[in-house]
Nanobody, 123 residues
Framework: QQQLVESGGGLVEPGGSLRLSCAASGFTLEIYAIRWFRQAPGKEREGVACIGGSGSPKYEDSVKGRFTITRDNAKNTVYLQMNNLKPEDTAVYYC?????????????????WGQGIQVTVSS
């Protein structure tokens, strides 16, 4: 089946690091723009980072300098390396894929969504 599966979440102390993975099955990520979203309790879902067909990553201001998005086309997987995590990073993280090269497009345009994975930053 065609799906995205996130992995790598969990509980980490402030200042720690996690690497999230978004693995595609049933389709090829290489021709899709991939964007990570997150939704914290009581807050709206927000974009975090995106990598488009150009390979140039883009980040929301709140995570610049701390998060890095990369893709490994051979593994059909996109990663989100999260360093210096803060309590405000606590959220359910989702990856989404949109066919084409552009990032930061309206959410309905995304063709596939992962089920989400919990990241909790707490001491």
């Amino acid at each position: 089946q065609q799906q995205l599966v996130e992995s790598g979440g969990g509980l980490v102390e402030p200042g720690g690091s996690l690497r999230l993975s978004c693995a595609a099955s049933g389709f090829t990520l290489e021709i899709y723009a991939i964007r990570w979203f997150r939704q914290a309790p009581g807050k709206e879902r927000e974009g975090v980072a995106c990598i488009g067909g150009s390979g140039s990553p883009k980040y929301e201001d709140s995570v610049k300098g701390r998060f890095t998005i990369t893709r490994d086309n051979a593994k059909n997987t996109v990663y989100l390396q999260m360093n210096n995590l803060k309590p405000e990073d606590t959220a359910v993280y989702y990856c989404a894929a949109a066919r084409g090269p552009m990032c930061f497009i309206p959410e309905p345009v995304y063709d596939y969504w992962g089920q989400g994975i919990q990241v909790t930053v707490s001491s």
